[in-house]
C-alpha cells in the first residue's frame, strides 16, 4: 500500500491565526482530496487537488505531486474551524488511503 | 437526493448478531465505497463498487463482512456473527465513476456498537 501522514497531529490556535496542515504520501497517486470532520462525524469536502492550487474562501491548498506533498492553509482562524482535517489519496485508481489526520482546536 | 444517506445513524447489537447497514449513493453515481473508522483513526478502505460489481473487496477484515450492491444503486454491507471489536463508524462513499479524477462525497455514518 501507500503511507500517507499528516502532520501535525494536534493544532491549538487562537482565534484569527493562520495555520499550515502537511500531508506526505510515499509514493504516486492519481488524486488527493482535503476533508474537514465536524463534530458529528461528518466529513466535508474541502478540495479535490491532485496537484495545483486551489483557494476557497479562508481556506486554500497546494498539492505539489513530484514531491509527494500536499499543504492545506487556514487564515484567520475562526472557532467553527475546529474538528479533524484528513488528507486521503486515490492510489492505483481505485482505493483512497487516508492520514489519520489533525486536529485543530480554535480558542475564542 | 441531494446527498449521500446511511440508515440507521445508530446501531447497538449484542456479540454474535447480524447486522446490516444502508448506503444509499447521490443519483447518478456509479461507483460506491464502504469505510470503517475507528476512534482517533482516519477512516480505513472496506470495499468499492463500479456498478453492481465489487471491484475491490481487499479491505474487507475477514468472510463475517459482505456486501452487495445488486442494482447498482443502494449499497448494503453486512456483519455476520458481530463481535466487540467491529465496534466503529462506517462511512459510505459515492462518485460519478471509478478511477482518477473523480471526487469522493461521504454519507454521516452508521455508528456501530456491538456490546
Known amino acids: 500500500g501507500i503511507q500517507v501522514e499528516q502532520s501535525p497531529p494536534d493544532l491549538i490556535l487562537q482565534e484569527g491565526a493562520n495555520s499550515t496542515l502537511r500531508c506526505n504520501f510515499s509514493d504516486s497517486v492519481n488524486n488527493l482530496q482535503w476533508f474537514h470532520q465536524n463534530p458529528w462525524g461528518q466529513l466535508i469536502n474541502l478540495f479535490y487537488?491532485?496537484?495545483g492550487t486551489k483557494q476557497n474562501g479562508r481556506l486554500s491548498a497546494t498539492t505539489v505531486a513530484t514531491e509527494r506533498y500536499s499543504l492545506l492553509y487556514i487564515s484567520s482562524s475562526q472557532t467553527t474551524d475546529s474538528g479533524v482535517y484528513f488528507c486521503?489519496?486515490?492510489?492505483?485508481?481505485?482505493?483512497?488511503?487516508f492520514g489519520s489526520g489533525t486536529k485543530l482546536n480554535v480558542k475564542p | 437526493g441531494a446527498g449521500v444517506s446511511q440508515t440507521p445513524s445508530n446501531k447497538v447489537t449484542e456479540k454474535g448478531k447480524y447486522v446490516e447497514l444502508r448506503c444509499d449513493p447521490i443519483?447518478?453515481?456509479?461507483?460506491l465505497y464502504w469505510y470503517r473508522q475507528s476512534l482517533g483513526q482516519g477512516p480505513e478502505f472496506l470495499i468499492y463498487f463500479q456498478g453492481t460489481g465489487a471491484a475491490d473487496d481487499s479491505g474487507l477484515p475477514n468472510d463475517r463482512f459482505f456486501a452487495v450492491r445488486p442494482e447498482g444503486s443502494v449499497s448494503t454491507l453486512k456483519i455476520q456473527r458481530t463481535e466487540r471489536g467491529d465496534s466503529a463508524v462506517y462511512l459510505c462513499a459515492s462518485s460519478f465513476s471509478s478511477g482518477g479524477g473523480n471526487e469522493q462525497f461521504f454519507g454521516p455514518g452508521t455508528r456501530l456498537t456491538v456490546l
Open positions: 486521503a489519496v486515490l492510489y492505483n485508481f481505485n482505493k483512497f488511503y
Open positions: 487537488i491532485p496537484s
Open positions: 443519483s447518478g453515481h456509479t461507483a
